[in-house]
T-cell receptor, first 118, second 115 residues
């Protein structure tokens, strides 16, 4: 079974600074996807960024980027120029490939609470 | 473009009762997945529906059941409620094929409290 581990229960960062959240996963599959979701106190789970395992290039979405190390099974999220609105619980998630269909569950890590200090 | 919607927002039940939660997927999405999120934890997969059939199920007892309607909306039913069923229930939708079928988009959740 696939597992996802987030070893940092809590992280904090100063506004405008950079922070990196860690995630490791365990799988025997070669085709899979990795995601970072953000869950603010409003509870809505919001997709931050996604990475296809077959792509060597790290995904980037504005201030958010990932460091995907496939051999090490590591998938960290870097937030640059942190803003107060970035404060939330961040979840790393894994989904096995399904031949271009929507079949399959997400497996989540335990989450990291990010605090942003003004 | 309406996102994933869920109802009700909050619900309070007592042990032994039954509850039904509802979800409408994002426009263009035909696959619905349900997750249970205990306080301070990551979501746990309950089941996934496609073409009105349950096609994948997580490690949840038969007290948890669901349904998908022809318009792709879905219901989650929980019978014989236990205190441990208190959680945030999240619905996620995705397109079966086409643009980024692998990505699930979440609704705001239903907070269920069992007393």
């Amino acid at each position: 079974a696939q597992t996802v581990t987030q070893s940092q229960p809590e992280m904090s960062v100063q506004e405008a600074e950079t922070v990196t959240l860690s995630c490791t996963y365990d799988t025997s599959e070669s085709d899979y996807y990795l995601f970072w979701y953000k869950q603010p106190p409003s509870r809505q789970m919001i997709l931050v960024i996604r990475q296809e395992a077959y792509k060597q290039q790290n995904a980037t979405e504005n201030r958010f980027s990932v460091n995907f190390q496939k051999a090490a099974k590591s998938f960290s999220l870097k937030i640059s120029d942190s803003q107060l609105g970035d404060a939330a619980m961040y979840f790393c998630a894994y989904r096995r490939g399904a031949g271009g269909t929507s079949y399959g569950k997400l497996t989540f890590g335990q989450g990291t609470i990010l605090t942003v200090h003004p | 473009d309406a996102g994933v919607t869920q109802s009700p927002t909050h619900l309070i039940k007592t042990r032994g009762q039954q509850v039904t939660l509802r979800c409408s997927p994002k426009s263009g999405h035909d696959t619905v997945s349900w997750y249970q999120q205990a306080l301070g934890q990551g979501p746990q997969f309950i089941f996934q529906y496609y073409e009105e059939e349950e096609r994948q199920r997580g490690n949840f007892p038969d007290r948890f059941s669901g349904h998908q309607f022809p318009n792709y909306s879905s219901e989650l039913n929980v019978n014989a409620l236990l205190l441990g069923d208190s959680a945030l229930y999240l619905c996620a939708s995705s397109p079966e094929a086409g643009w980024i079928p692998d990505t699930q988009y979440f609704g705001p959740g239903t907070r269920l409290t069992v007393l």
